[in-house]
């Protein structure tokens, strides 16, 4: 059989350059992947030690990786200050909470549960505390909660609801006590930085800030019974919310300037008005109450109608209910409700100015006093029958 000899060559010679061809792709695909770089082996959780976050894109570029963290500045000299105010002032800030007695309708037992909470804080290291009278108006027991997480059984020490304070006291260890810094209110400024701490809806140790947008402000005070305003309340745009109640508004100096007492709220959340206790009221108040239980404020020697009266009979001024003996009232002849011999009753006299101040209601009577001493006379103008009288009343020490 004959073959060509081109055939011949072609047999030898394809077989050789196809095996050339691929051993030289096998060779270089070898000497190429060897030339790359090794993968780092990570796992998750793991971070790459090897890798630079200067340079490292994946953990700024790629898409769902670590962001490479930015170094914060130095606290501004404001924030500095605000953390120190907040550290060195909220161990005297404590937490109330309200033990109500509910008895069971149909086993008749009775339970203690909690009805409420507020905020206080510390006065002095005899483990007195001060609050709203609001806060613990509804309750019978009370438990106050230190910066410390310690709760302790409180007692009531005395209340004014006139001016919405109460004092109770703990007897927990002196050094466990942190007394709040007491500063003055008559020298406040619109404008002026005040801070609040408390425990708004049972959130503890909280802070808030603001400035004073008002001064010299009158809100009803929790005497419902007097209709007695609470004056020169500070107004602020801190946020007070419920539980923020009794806690302290301070200065930027973490001195005490008031207590929160009151919000302005149409809907019932904060709406950016706030109000507060001013701490002269506060002081002198508190020192009346743990030395007598309740307010010392000098007497005409007569006890008045609630503020229901004025509201049903429609007039204004301060009704005498009852006249004491041998007091200055009984001296100068001011006079109860009498009753004659037809049944027919006569008012008592209608108190409606004090020393030229004019008194729309009995709280207001009162509030004209806090200002007089024991012995002092004022001349007092009253309506009886119709007309307008006046005399000179001595005024006596209240009965202890």
């Not at 909220?90 to 007695?101: E, G, H, K, L, R």
């Not at 069971?104 to 203690?112: A, C, H, I, L, R």
């Not at 500063?183 to 959130?203: D, H, K, T």
Request: net charge negative.
């Amino acid at each position: 059989m004959y073959t060509r000899p081109s055939a011949i060559r072609e047999l030898i010679l394809y077989p050789l350059v196809l095996g050339i061809v691929l051993g030289t792709g096998f060779f270089a695909g070898r000497a190429w992947s060897a030339s790359r770089p090794e993968p780092a082996v990570q796992t998750v959780g793991q971070t790459q030690q090897a890798a630079d976050p200067a340079t490292d894109l994946s953990r700024s570029d790629t898409p769902g990786g670590q962001r490479q963290i930015t170094p914060r500045a130095d606290l501004s000299s404001v924030e500095s200050a605000t953390v120190e105010l907040f550290q060195s002032a909220s161990p005297s800030v404590v937490f109330i909470t309200s033990i109500a007695q509910v008895r069971d309708f149909w086993t008749m037992n009775v339970s203690k549960v909690p009805s409420g909470t507020g905020s206080g804080f510390v006065w002095d290291r005899e483990g007195h505390i001060i609050t709203n009278y609001h806060v613990i108006q509804n309750a019978r027991e009370w438990q106050v909660t230190l910066e410390d997480q310690s709760t302790w059984e409180a007692r009531l020490v005395g209340i004014a609801p006139e001016k919405d304070l109460a004092v109770l006291r703990v007897e927990a260890p002196a050094d466990s006590l942190s007394p709040m810094r007491v500063g003055r209110s008559e020298n406040l400024l619109v404008g002026q930085s005040v801070y609040a701490i408390g425990n708004p809806f049972g959130l503890d140790f909280t802070l808030t800030t603001g400035v004073i947008s008002a001064l010299g402000r009158e809100i009803d005070s929790a005497d419902s019974a007097s209709g007695a305003q609470l004056r020169g309340v500070i107004q602020t745009d801190t946020a007070i919310n419920p539980g923020n109640s009794g806690g302290p508004l301070l200065d930027s100096s973490g001195r005490l300037i008031g207590i929160n007492t009151a919000i302005y709220s149409p809907s019932g959340a904060y709406a950016g008005v706030g109000f507060a206790i001013p701490v002269d009221t506060v002081n002198w108040v508190v020192a009346d109450l743990i030395r007598f239980g309740r307010i010392q404020r000098p007497a005409l020697g007569v006890e008045l109608y609630a503020i229901t009266i004025n509201r049903r009979f429609r007039f204004d001024g301060a009704m005498i209910k009852h006249v004491y003996p041998e007091s200055g009232a009984e001296a100068a002849g001011l006079r109860a409700p009498t009753q004659d011999r037809r049944g027919r009753v006569r008012l008592g006299d209608i108190i409606v100015a004090v020393d030229g101040s004019k008194v729309d209601t009995p709280g207001e009577m009162f509030q004209i006093l806090e200002s007089k001493q024991a012995g002092d006379v004022v001349r007092v103008r009253f309506v009886r029958d119709g007309r307008e009288q006046e005399v000179d009343v001595r005024l006596q020490a209240p009965s202890q």
